[in-house]
């Protein structure tokens, strides 16, 4: 993914009359490539498990949410990707049985968590580019707010519309996001992130050893 999006980068720069940084042009590609490859291959595999729509809105609701209430980062994109995978058909099935609860009951509890996470954790910060502007901070809670003033009136809508598993598989969606801001939930995907990290290495050392 790194050499392509460098490829791409290097073209594109080529082909303009205009100067741009070539680096980061490079990264912004490299985000865009790893984060399609990410939602086609998360969808593909829901698709086939028949878990497509859960995995889909679950998967919408806690990427809008992340978008600016920040959240824990995993060392390299591979490791995002698998661990994405199988939280979100985790939580699609997941989805089935918590349809049993009451839909009041889980939209308050939602709401909730969802409330005290606005006050008193996002944004969270990035350690590698932490956010030291409070102006900037504001700003990120009061657009986290309206993200989820936008998820939480679809989840009611779908509820009107008798679209029960939409409307839970965005609750649950929110619900999931809201624990990785938690220093708990941070430190599980750190370890989960860890695991992938040491399973690699061992891949590696035994490559070594067999050549």
């Known amino acids: 993914m790194h050499a392509l999006a460098e490829r791409i980068a290097e073209w ?14 490079r990264y912004g590609t490299e985000v865009f490539l790893g984060t399609a490859v990410q939602i086609a291959l998360i969808l593909s595999i ?5 878990l497509l729509k859960e995995t889909a809105y679950s998967f919408f609701a806690a ?22 995978l199988v939280v979100f058909l985790f939580l699609a099935y997941l989805v089935h049985y918590i349809v049993m609860f009451s839909f009041i009951w889980v939209f308050s509890m939602t709401l909730l968590v969802s409330i005290g996470a606005i006050i008193f954790l996002v944004p969270v910060d990035d350690l590698k580019n932490p956010i030291v502007n409070q102006e900037k ?28 598993n939409m409307a839970y598989a965005i609750l649950i969606g929110i619900l999931w996001q809201t624990f990785t801001l938690t220093s ?4 599980f995907v750190s370890t989960l992130d860890q695991v992938f990290a040491y399973i690699e290495k061992l891949f590696i050392r035994k490559e070594g050893q067999n050549v």
Request: proline share 1%; net charge positive; aromatic share 10%.
């Open 184 to 187: 708990w939930g941070q430190k």
């Open 137 to 164: 901070k504001e700003r990120l809670k009061h657009r986290t707010a309206l993200v989820l003033l936008g998820l939480f009136l679809m989840a009611i809508v779908a509820k009107i519309l008798q679209d029960i």
């Open 12 to 25: 594109l720069v080529s082909k303009s009359e205009h100067p741009f940084n070539q680096e980061e042009i």
């Open 63 to 84: 990427a809008v949410y992340r978008r600016y209430s920040g959240g824990v980062h995993c060392g390299k994109y591979y490791r995002c990707t698998i661990i994405s």
């Open 46 to 50: 829901a698709f086939l498990l028949g």
